[in-house]
């Protein structure tokens, strides 16, 4: 059974950092894609990071300079390095992984607000 499970979330002032883990299990996690998409309230799930299994990276634009993913594969763990937070970040943030099959984790709310 593949699990995707998020940590990291919480709320944070303007400018603040918050590092997002996700811990992949179920899966061969070297082979996979992994990226970070979120998800405002009354929007449309966006991509904001993806990081191939090749090391290959893209990111939305408006996070560009502000936030890094990551990788570990011994650790079956993607993260997200989020810094300079803004309040237009706040959303809930969903774990993916692709390859031949898409699987999503649960999701983990960020609150960027003073």
């Known amino acids: 059974q593949v699990q995707l499970v998020e940590s990291g979330g919480g709320l944070v002032q303007p400018g603040g950092s918050l590092r997002l883990s996700c811990a992949a299990s179920?899966?061969?996690?070297?082979?996979?894609?992994m990226a970070w998409y979120r998800q405002a309230p009354g929007k449309q799930r966006e991509l904001v990071a993806r990081?191939?299994?090749?090391?290959?990276?893209n990111y939305v634009d408006s996070v560009k300079g502000r936030f890094t993913i990551s990788r570990d594969n011994a650790k079956n763990t993607v993260y997200l390095q989020m810094n300079s937070l803004k309040p237009e970040d706040t959303a809930v943030y969903y774990c993916?992984?692709?390859?031949?099959?898409?699987?999503w984790g649960q999701g983990t709310q960020v609150t960027v607000s003073s």
């Open positions: 179920g899966i061969i996690f070297s082979a996979y894609t």
């Open positions: 993916n992984a692709d390859r031949v099959k898409n699987y």
């Open positions: 990081l191939t299994s090749g090391g290959a990276t």
